[in-house]
Nanobody, 118 residues
Framework: QVQVVESGGGFMQAGGSLRLSCAASRSGFSINAMGWYRQAPGKEREWVAHSTIGGSTNYADSVKGRFTISRDNAKNTVYLQMNSLKPEDTGVYFC????????????WGQGTQVTVSS
């Protein structure tokens, strides 16, 4: 069973930066795709970004140019560098992982809160 644990959330003023980390433990198999979703209060969960073990990356239009996803394949760890944060970036950020592809995720983390104030 894959265990997904994310961290790095917190409180930040608009224009600031945060870096989220997510580690996916594995036993006997590799994780091909890892990514991030977020959910604001009262809204549906939305996809943010993902990265594959081969190095391809994709971003939602709302974060393109501001967020950067990177990956350490040896550690099965993915990072989300969030720059130029906006209040609308506020929400719970969830790490997701799959042995094959995203979407859909096979495994979810518990989430980490990101709050951006103006």
């Amino acid at each position: 069973q894959v265990q997904v644990v994310e961290s790095g959330g917190g409180f930040m003023q608009a224009g600031g930066s945060l870096r989220l980390s997510c580690a996916a433990s594995r036993s006997g198999f590799s994780i091909n795709a890892m990514g991030w979703y977020r959910q604001a209060p009262g809204k549906e969960r939305e996809w943010v970004a993902h990265s594959t073990i081969g190095g391809s990356t994709n971003y939602a239009d709302s974060v393109k140019g501001r967020f950067t996803i990177s990956r350490d394949n040896a550690k099965n760890t993915v990072y989300l560098q969030m720059n130029s944060l906006k209040p609308e970036d506020t929400g719970v950020y969830f790490c997701a992982a799959s042995r094959w592809r995203l979407p859909p995720p096979e495994y979810w983390g518990q989430g980490t809160q990101v709050t951006v104030s103006s």
